[in-house]
């Protein structure tokens, strides 16, 4: 089977008074580009992230969306810090007796200073933590990877199709070519006839002169290296696998073909061919852009 780098995956996980949400989204890109965003407190997992991602992806852009809830009582700790009390309480006082003031200082006002008291994170069993998110990673991941198989299918039969059509071209210009050679020497007897009158037509510089058009315009090893290329990609994607890079180098090596034949081109079907099997090829490079 092919995937497609496109695809999406979603997975929401409840347990342990924690719940995680999990989305992915995948586009084309030549290499595997990962885009992680999630809650500060679960950067620690970053890398653990994206090895697992790689254990399903080996291409594309991936924009990963993490939310997590935390439903357990022990979030966070108030934390007293006398010290710093005791240090805002000492200047109070000492700015009571310089100024004459009355000491009228109260536990609710004192409380109120910054860093008197503050708030920590509880501390949170980070394996367990892991244990959840990871699943929740590998299910989102799973579902991604199943809409990229069901993309991947369609593309395959599509690509498919246009390579039967492409073949179809490729026959035709086989079959026209030994045509476009007849004709031509046809029109140099005649043309020659025609200028010598009752004389007679030397056979050996004939032969020649076909022979030079012949090797001009001769396809035939063309015409060859694309049905082998066609073969190779349609048995590539019988097989499945990672096959993105090896289909687009071929598809680059059928260009040239086409470009080649359309260069040797004498005659205005073959090169009405050769167009529309370019335009052909250029459709199956695009198609295969969005194979992992």
């Known amino acids: 089977m092919i995937k497609s780098m496109t695809g999406f995956g979603r997975c929401e996980i409840a347990e342990n008074n924690r719940k995680f949400t999990v989305e992915m ?10 885009n992680i965003r999630m809650p500060k407190q679960l950067n620690f997992f970053e890398s653990a992230i994206r090895a697992e991602l790689k254990n399903f992806i080996s291409r ?11 439903f357990s009582n022990a979030r966070a700790n108030v934390c007293y810090h006398r010290e710093v009390a005791e240090e805002y309480l000492k200047y109070l006082r000492q700015m009571a007796a310089e100024f004459g ?25 980070e394996e367990e933590l892991w244990r959840d998110l990871q699943k929740a990673v590998k299910e989102a991941a799973k579902m991604l990877v199943d809409t990229r198989i069901v993309e991947g299918a369609h593309l395959r039969d599509d690509l498919i199709e246009k390579l039967d059509g492409m073949l179809k071209l490729v026959d035709f210009i086989a079959e026209r070519s030994p045509e476009i050679l007849v004709r031509y020497r046809q029109k140099l007897e005649e043309k020659v006839k025609e200028l010598l009158g009752d004389t007679a037509v030397d056979e050996s510089r ?3 002169e076909v022979t030079i058009f012949a090797d001009k315009i001769c396809v035939d090893e063309e015409i060859v290296r694309l049905r082998s290329h066609i073969e ?12 993105g890079r090896k289909l687009d180098f071929i598809a680059q090596e059928m260009n040239r073909e086409a470009n080649t034949i359309l260069s040797k ?28």
């Open 265 to 292: 081109a004498n005659d205005l079907e073959i090169s009405n061919c050769a167009i529309e099997l370019k335009t052909e090829i250029e459709k199956v490079r695009e198609q295969i852009q969005n194979i992992e």
């Open 25 to 34: 989204k995948a586009v084309n890109h030549r290499y595997l580009d990962v």
């Open 206 to 208: 004939l032969l020649t």
């Open 60 to 70: 594309g852009k991936v924009d990963i969306f993490i939310a997590y809830e935390d």
């Open 101 to 125: 003031l009355d000491d009228d200082i109260r536990v609710s006002a004192l409380s109120k200073y910054p860093e008197v008291f503050t708030m920590e994170e509880a501390n949170v069993d």
């Open 232 to 243: 190779t990609t349609r048995n590539t994607l019988q097989e499945g696998g990672s096959m």
